[in-house]
């Protein structure tokens, strides 16, 4: 009886050192980002100590060892608390490679709390990579792109894919709209999109967002999709909506291998951006769209429409709306 008595204090002695060994252990200095909202990361009561929230059960269930957090891509890449946004996202590390006594990682302005479904940046797409190893060490750009008038949203480079599985952040997104996320990596290296096979390039659809944010999970593929990345068609932030239809000279002029064209809507309209040769001959169109008012810009790369780099020499851009015809002209050097 005595015997049973000591074994039964001793146990509970030893589950009482557990808890609390646990409890001390599961510290903010543990994740990244964890002193900005201090227990408020892993606890309902942002003073710690009592229930644990979504995120708090998700590292207490899972990602323990030793009763120490264990920060990594697998506990970043996932969603802890439903709001659309990875809590790699939420801590400011993407990659799941901050390590406990480095400084914080990325920009604590927009550190949220993985825990809280409440608690997020309006406007963040995360797309979620696995399986991205053949691409390991290449640049990977992201363009976030209004799917009804092809206007460029927001972009985002990832300067080179750390690892298999990462994660990338594009802005801006809206409630009430489609989009594409489009995104390459440059596979051989120079800098710029080349149509598959060169480069590989993914297109993911978001259809009829409802939300302020949006998550893709993307696993690597050999489906690409030749996105025309180039001629996607980008706002100008900041500059108003202009007195007048106006098409600029393109920049640079000369030219090689791309060049920018510029131009001013004052009214919604109908728009499109056509190059020809001096035979009038079309050789690409570079948008063709209903875009609202404001200043936007088309890059060409020099591709014809089946994707062949044209010879130099002068060509002619011109832009068209029901309102006005203007042309100008631009010269290829290569
Ligand atoms: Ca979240
Ligand atoms: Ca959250
Ligand atoms: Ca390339």
């Known amino acids: 009886m005595k015997k049973m008595r000591l074994y039964f204090m001793v146990s509970l002695f030893l589950f009482i050192v557990a808890v609390i060994g646990v409890a001390r252990n599961f510290r903010v200095n543990q994740i990244p980002n964890g002193s900005e909202n201090t227990c408020a990361n892993c606890h309902i009561n942002p003073a710690g100590g009592g229930a644990r929230n979504v995120f708090g059960i998700e590292v207490g269930t899972n990602f323990l060892s030793s009763g120490n957090v264990v920060w990594n891509i697998n506990l970043a890449s996932l969603d802890s608390d439903g709001d659309k946004v990875p809590n790699g996202v939420e801590l400011q590390d993407l990659f799941g490679t901050w390590m406990t006594g480095q400084p914080n990682p990325g920009d604590n302005t927009k550190v949220t709390l993985p825990g809280d479904a409440t608690s997020f940046k309006d406007g963040t797409v995360s797309v979620v990579f696995a399986g991205m190893t053949p691409h390991v060490g290449q640049k990977l750009e992201l363009r976030l792109v209004n799917q009804s008038n092809l206007v460029e949203i927001s972009r985002s480079v990832v300067n080179a894919i750390p690892a298999a599985a990462f994660i990338a952040v594009l802005?801006?997104?809206?409630?009430?709209?489609?989009?594409?996320?489009?995104?390459?990596?440059?596979?051989?290296?120079?800098?710029?999109?080349?149509?598959?096979?060169?480069?590989?390039?993914?297109?993911?659809?978001?259809?009829?967002?409802?939300?302020?944010?949006?998550?893709?999970?993307?696993?690597?593929?050999?489906?690409?999709?030749?996105?025309?990345?180039?001629?996607?068609?980008?706002?100008?932030?900041?500059?108003?909506?202009?007195?007048?239809?106006?098409?600029?000279?393109?920049?640079?002029?000369?030219?090689?291998?791309?060049?920018?064209?510029?131009?001013?809507?004052?009214?919604?309209?109908?728009?499109?951006?056509?190059?020809?040769?001096?035979?009038?001959?079309?050789?690409?169109?570079?948008?063709?769209?209903?875009?609202?008012?404001?200043?936007?810009?088309?890059?060409?790369?020099?591709?014809?429409?089946?994707?062949?780099?044209?010879?130099?020499?002068?060509?002619?851009?011109?832009?068209?709306?029901?309102?006005?015809?203007?042309?100008?002209?631009?010269?290829?050097?290569?």
Not at 289 to 301: C, F, K, L, Q, R
């Open 171 to 334: 802005t801006d997104l809206t409630p009430g709209s489609s989009y594409n996320v489009d995104f390459y990596a440059d596979h051989n290296n120079n800098g710029q999109y080349d149509a598959p096979p060169t480069d590989h390039a993914w297109r993911v659809a978001l259809n009829n967002v409802t939300d302020s944010t949006a998550m893709v999970n993307f696993t690597h593929n050999t489906s690409f999709t030749d996105i025309n990345w180039p001629t996607a068609i980008i706002a100008n932030p900041g500059s108003g909506i202009p007195g007048e239809f106006s098409l600029a000279q393109n920049y640079p002029n000369p030219f090689n291998p791309i060049t920018h064209i510029s131009f001013a809507l004052p009214k919604n309209s109908r728009v499109k951006v056509e190059v020809f040769n001096l035979n009038g001959q079309r050789i690409r169109s570079l948008a063709d769209n209903e875009i609202s008012a404001g200043n936007y810009t088309v890059t060409w790369d020099g591709l014809d429409q089946y994707g062949h780099q044209v010879s130099s020499g002068v060509y002619l851009y011109r832009l068209s709306t029901p309102d006005v015809i203007q042309s100008k002209r631009m010269l290829l050097v290569k």
